[in-house]
């Protein structure tokens, strides 16, 4: 009888009740609130990128440059500090390496060729636009996006052939392309973005734009 009156005394009506209906919906109205504000203001959201359309390319036997346009999307409300990108380049399995600007005095067909493939190209520098030109780029340097923001970069990744490393313009392609990232509230780099990176379109060693979509005809 007891417990039934303790019970009644908790959930009851009377002024001296510990917790009435009007208390109940107070207290939901609170945290609905807090959790509103905290999803509006604070939540840290994630990172996600886009397969560019575009890029541009300059394959020699020493150096490989290229040069993609990003469009990062942070879903959250909290900025995201974007510390380091990189990006690894992986051949698809079966593929054969392909001399870029093969020719019939630079056969692209030699079984002993090396593999230059997988390699990790590194941020180089920051351009203004897809088709590289000469002037001013800014080296690599961190950079936020803005909670519910979309921002586009065009990002310069290279890599130079090392002393004792095979020739790097034996790329062929299409290749596995992946972004990576490196975030400052995250202590490790994270796989951002996998795309088919179309570099058996490069015939030529200049740096120029491509299309990375089969389908574009000009």
Known sequence: M???KY???IFGNSADDWVTPSMIIALAALAFTITSFWWMNVRRGSLSAHRPHTFAAAVAPD???INLPLVFYNDGAAPIVLQNL?????RPAGQVAKLVGGGPNRPCN???????????MWWRGTRSEVQPREGHRPLPAAFPIAGRTALTVFIEFGRERESDGPALDWLGGP???TVEVKMAHRKRWVD???FDLHTERVDV???IAWPNDLTWRP
């Open 2 to 4: 007891t417990d039934a």
């Open 7 to 9: 019970t009644a005394a």
């Open 63 to 65: 150096k490989v440059l």
């Open 86 to 90: 990189r990006l690894r380049l992986e």
């Open 110 to 120: 030699k079984p002993e060729v090396p593999e230059p493939l997988p390699i990790t």
């Open 175 to 177: 290749c596995i392309a």
């Open 192 to 194: 951002l973005s996998t």
């Open 205 to 207: 060693p200049n740096y």
